[in-house]
């Protein structure tokens, strides 16, 4: 009789590995605390719900290491990036979804599967002794009682960031007389026409008042256990960004480069605040980068000195949470099993990568891994030189441990060039010199074909397997 895989939350990472060994032939039961436990950052009781933007980052496949996640995951067969395109909305070079229609299909899907059966409620500790086969995929937010069972297990203190949520618009009360349309350098992207996003213009004055506003609204308040809590570096809030220095915006998310005030040509935007589609009806935009920790009628009077935005109505606010994630280095092995009790298996953030599609692609390696493992089948890790097998080896073994004072400084990580093997410098290509810039755009087509042709092999080329 085949044993049952249980998989503890039902988030990005949770539904991708009852995706994956389901599809293997292996009986999951799905366990999700939601909604009769809710948490600091979800709003549904919904599989996958996308908490903070609705975007899964750049789908270039030839020149981004995250669009190399995406390619290698849609041959894997994933659930989450068959439904990323099916619920994608126009979002310039990136891949953003309608973030409920994608919850709502991911949900339906899993539960009318006939080898999963959804359990909901809290499971406050470790897993009873009988559970042979386990994934813990319950993210940054895992609730409490069963992060603090996992930390006296492991022996390990937890590591924690600060991570914040950007305010979502109501696209009617952008004042489209200001704001004009048009995606950065007019590039389209998947579902796009290149002229994906909201732009607001600011002079040198307008930037300047922004800043300070930024800097004197109240923030919300930290407990005493959290003040010494860092912030992950990819999701800093917006106000935190500026108080390191008055230009950083302008070279962050409020960079003007490759922008045109379609209603004042010739005169060039000192800052742009853009805001992305948020959902299929186009009725919600996400302000891209404005993570915040400002209280909430601070968000609104600041927001709304934004040019275009002075009577912006907020469908939803920014906020803050706090993550948790394991020192995998330490406590995993390259099976992503807890090494203290291996039938315990980690996937998704809290084993230390950032970004949806990161968890959703842990996920994917942890339900791949069960599945062999119930099977009585050796699980061969992808390479380090693939976008699976970097983040593994990342999590599990790349980070340079330090002995000093400051303990461990492992942190959580997306996806990038950084964390595979190095490629050779290209000097030319058919005799001819590049340029710099040409360098750098070689190198990155090297490392996604390297990427791509050694996955397959990995993979043995199986057709991959969508959701129907």
């Known amino acids: 009789m ?75 067969g994933s659930l989450i990036m068959t439904l990323a ?3 994608k909305v126009p979002a310039g070079g990136a891949l953003a979804v309608d973030r409920e229609a994608f919850s709502e299909d991911a949900t339906e899907t899993l539960k009318r599967h006939p080898l999963v059966t959804v359990e909901y409620g809290e499971i406050d500790g470790l897993p009873p002794a009988d559970w042979a086969h386990v994934i813990i995929s319950t993210g940054p937010l895992t609730s409490p009682a069963l992060a603090q069972a996992i930390r006296t297990l492991t022996g390990e203190d937890q590591l924690a960031f600060f991570d914040a949520i950007a305010p979502i618009v109501h ?26 996003y909201i732009n607001c213009p600011m002079d ?25 809590t860092p912030y992950f570096s990819g999701c800093l809030p ?25 209603h004042n040509p010739a005169v060039k935007p000192y800052a742009v605040v853009q805001l992305r589609q948020d959902n299929k009806l186009g009725t919600l935009y996400n302000m891209v980068g404005f993570q915040t920790k400002l209280k909430y009628a601070d968000q609104v009077k600041v927001f709304r000195t934004i040019p275009g935005l002075e009577n912006a109505e907020f469908a939803r606010l920014g906020g803050l949470h706090r993550n948790t994630f394991l020192n995998s280095p330490r406590v995993l092995d390259k099976q992503l099993q807890l090494k203290a009790d291996p039938r315990l298996r980690f996937a998704g953030q809290v084993t230390g990568v950032e970004g949806y599609v990161e968890s959703a692609a842990m996920g994917l390696m942890a339900g791949r891994m069960a599945a062999a493992q119930i099977k009585g089948e050796v699980f061969t890790v992808p390479p380090p030189t693939t976008a699976h097998g970097a983040l593994i080896n990342h999590i ?11 303990g461990s400084s492992f942190q959580p990580m997306n996806v990038n060039f950084g964390l595979f093997p190095p490629i050779d410098k290209i000097k030319a ?3 001819k010199r590049l340029t710099h810039t040409e360098q750098a755009a070689a190198r990155k087509r090297a490392y996604t074909q390297r990427a791509m042709n050694e996955f397959d092999i990995w993979l043995g080329t199986v057709t991959s397997q969508a959701a129907e």
């Open 2 to 76: 085949t044993q049952h895989l249980h998989i503890i939350g039902a988030g990005m990472a949770g539904s991708e590995a009852a995706w994956q060994a389901v599809n293997a032939g292996i009986p999951v039961v799905l366990h999700e605390m939601r909604p009769q436990v809710g948490t600091e950052a979800h709003k549904t009781g919904g599989f996958a719900e996308l908490v903070c933007s609705n975007s899964f980052r750049s789908d270039d496949a030839e020149q981004n290491a995250v669009g190399l996640l995406h390619w290698e995951m849609r041959r894997a």
């Open 238 to 262: 917006i106000e935190v960004m500026a108080d390191s220095g008055v230009e950083t915006l302008r070279h962050g998310p409020m960079k003007p480069r490759g922008l045109t005030n379609a």
């Open 204 to 228: 040198r004055e307008q930037y300047a008042a922004f800043v300070q506003a930024l800097m004197d609204g109240e923030k919300t308040d930290f407990k005493e256990w959290e003040k010494s």
């Open 171 to 196: 696209r009617e009360t952008i004042d489209m007389n200001v704001a004009w349309f048009q995606s950065r350098y007019d590039k389209v992207g998947p579902g796009g026409t290149g002229k994906d």
């Open 85 to 87: 395109d099916r619920h």
């Open 396 to 406: 599990t073994g790349g980070h340079i441990e330090t002995t000093d004072s400051r």
């Open 429 to 431: 290509v058919n005799g």
